[in-house]
């Protein structure tokens, strides 16, 4: 895969990872429910536009698009768990563990 792919996927992956983060204040806020909705809105166009970039040079979505996915499970499994203290169990260890396999498998 071409660098500039590389680049394009992980702004990609923040922005989408943004977007949820976002999508989970505005479901758990009383105020500024629309700040944080705006926000998603933006966040996942801007996903959109460096995934689309990716996609253009790289037409193997097949290995670009689980990469992608994965990343972004487990960024969010982690972000999820420092800073909101969701609980991860032994069965989500796992997956994530064979996540982290199959990321340095598909690379």
Known sequence: MKKLVWIYLLFSLL????????VKFSSNLLNNKLFFSIMTFVCYNIMLLFWFLAVKIDKNITIT????????ELLLVILGAFFFKEAITMKQYVGIAFSMIALFLMS
Request: charged share 10%; glycine share 24%; no cysteine.
């Open 65 to 72: 698009g689980t990469i992608w996915l994965m990343g972004g």
């Open 15 to 22: 922005f989408e990872v943004a977007g949820d983060i976002f």
